[in-house]
């Protein structure tokens, strides 16, 4: 059984930072195309990053830019999210999402992705 799970959210103060992760088992993900979303209560689930199967080519939604870093760990199935200066605007649950059909573009859309995580809490305060 495929499975993602997110942990690493939490509560934090503007400004701070925080590192999401994705554990995928059940299946090989070491040439997957990843994708990290969020959604934040009474919106819609929006793009945040994605990266294609190799890993050369990454994503990031203008509103993370400069701030968010994706990042992946073939031997430990585990890919993660580095989210710096943090903003009361980045509340939200997120989730990460993965497809294996070697995509050399990494997609926003998220239609795209056939594995998802349950989601982690990623609360900022000011």
């Known amino acids: 059984q495929v499975q993602l799970v997110e942990s690493g959210g939490g509560t934090v103060q503007v400004g701070n930072s925080l590192r999401l992760s994705c554990a995928a088992s059940?299946?090989?993900?070491?040439?997957?195309?990843w994708g990290w979303f969020r959604q934040a209560p009474g919106k819609a689930r929006e793009f945040v990053a994605a990266?294609?199967?190799?890993?050369?080519?990454?994503d990031y939604a203008d509103s993370v830019k400069a701030r968010f870093t994706f990042s992946r760990d073939n031997a430990k199935s585990t890919v993660y999210l580095q989210m710096n200066s943090l903003r009361p605007e980045d509340t939200a649950v997120y989730y990460c999402?993965?497809?294996?059909?070697?995509?050399?573009?990494?997609?926003?859309?998220?239609?795209?992705?056939?594995?998802w995580g349950q989601g982690t809490q990623v609360i900022v305060s000011s």
């Open positions: 999402a993965a497809h294996t059909r070697l995509s050399v573009l990494p997609s926003r859309a998220a239609t795209e992705y056939d594995y």
């Open positions: 059940g299946r090989s993900f070491s040439r997957a195309n």
């Open positions: 990266v294609n199967w190799s890993g050369s080519r990454a």
